[in-house]
């Protein structure tokens, strides 16, 4: 039986995305065989990819002067892939702390650049700087920041100002889950397995003029000049999983685009705040303006209940809800192929537990 899936990652997929597939498994195209089973640089592939690249750019409507890059090493290795290309052994950078994810990615930065906490979220990273808090670094290779953290559940609701600096983002949680205006980014990077598809694959989306800038012993399949220019096929690629996200930027193309997506995914959140803000036995923590409209977070007003509540719920079909390790509590992670039949079931359950036991 399929469950409402809320994991934070890798996480849900479209049904119809994964009956594609199915169907698709042991004849792909005609070929005989799965795509997991022919070459890359075939004809057949090579066609998958490249339309895996044309519905994303339409999709996001990515300008001509951005390539689209398909990567491996997860978001992590940006963590050090974009200092290695973009910011040189001298350099100061300027980075957002608001959680997690932006700690992790600091840390990585320190050994290639010089770091500047240009905002902090501070404490229990409850909230998003606003942009006044911004202490910007007026030479600064460029300004990385985390528009949507993963773990806490919170969301930036502006895109920072950075005077032409260039704005990095890791936008793993929140990719295609709304517009966004391309131009205003430098470089954008993702790890699929949350709102794209299988993992094992990163997307960077990167101008071209930042592009060719890679400082020496930069290993050339980091090198994003290199995989450039040889249409991120410099070696092998993910190829199941660049095929699974094409299905899944079809599944979205057919599905109303960013448009139809953001305002899907507004409601969902908002339904799902407005149940937890109702009720005094489940709690938000986060500052009304910094909410994720992607990862909810929740507490419960008696913690000894936790265990009970994931149990029962994933009884109800109700899975992956347990917060992360370090916050502990309640999480429902809410990407685009969450639909909102399983946030009204879990407002159900909600109700009906709080009910039993409050
Ligand atoms: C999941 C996540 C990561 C880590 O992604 P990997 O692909 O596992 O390296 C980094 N940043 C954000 C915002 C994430 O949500």
Redesign the pocket.
């Known amino acids: 039986m399929r469950v409402f899936n809320f994991s934070p ?1 890798p996480a849900v997929l479209p049904v119809e995305v994964l009956e594609q597939a199915r169907d698709e498994m042991l004849d792909w195209n005609g070929e005989g065989m799965s795509v997991m089973e022919v070459s890359h640089r075939g004809k057949a592939f090579m066609k998958v990819a490249g339309e895996a690249e044309a519905d994303l750019r339409e999709l996001m409507s990515i300008p001509a002067n951005y390539k689209v890059l398909f990567m491996q090493g ?3 290795a940006q963590f050090a892939i974009v200092p290695m290309n973009l910011a040189a052994a001298d350099s100061t950078t300027d980075y957002v702390n608001t959680g997690h ?1 932006s700690l992790k990615g600091i840390t990585e930065a320190r050994h290639y650049t010089t770091v500047h906490v240009a905002g902090d979220a501070g404490g229990q990273y409850l909230r998003v700087p606003p942009q006044s808090e911004l202490d910007l670094t007026d030479e600064a290779a460029y300004f990385h920041y ?1 528009p ?3 773990i806490s559940g919170v969301e930036f609701g502006y895109v920072p100002e950075t005077a032409g600096v260039p704005l990095v983002a ?1 936008m ?2 929140s990719i295609l889950s709304q517009p966004l205006d391309v131009s205003k980014f430098g470089l954008v990077y993702a ?1 699929a ?2 709102n794209i598809g299988p ?1 094992g694959l ?1 997307v960077v989306i990167v101008r071209d003029d930042l592009i060719g800038r890679a400082r020496a012993g930069t290993p050339l399949v980091f090198d994003y000049k290199a995989v450039a220019d040889n249409d991120s096929m410099l070696n092998t690629p993910p190829t199941f999983a660049w095929y699974v996200s094409g299905l899944v930027f079809k599944w979205l193309k057919r599905n109303g685009g960013v448009a139809a997506m953001g305002e899907r995914n507004r409601v969902k959140a908002q339904t799902l705040y407005a149940a937890i803000d109702a009720s005094p036995f489940y709690r938000n923590w986060i500052a009304a303006d910094s909410r994720s409209r992607m990862n909810v977070t929740f507490t419960l007003a008696r913690p000894d209940l936790d265990a009970l509540f994931l149990e029962q719920a994933a009884a109800a079909g109700l899975k992956n809800l347990k917060g992360h390790r370090v916050l502990g509590g309640m999480r429902a992670s809410l990407y685009n192929a969450m639909p909102l039949a399983g946030v009204e079931a879990l407002i159900a359950f909600m109700r009906e537990f709080e009910r039993k036991y409050a």
């Open positions: 990652g997860g978001a992590s994810w985390t949507n953290e993963t890791d793993s949680s790890g397995q949350k993992s990163v």
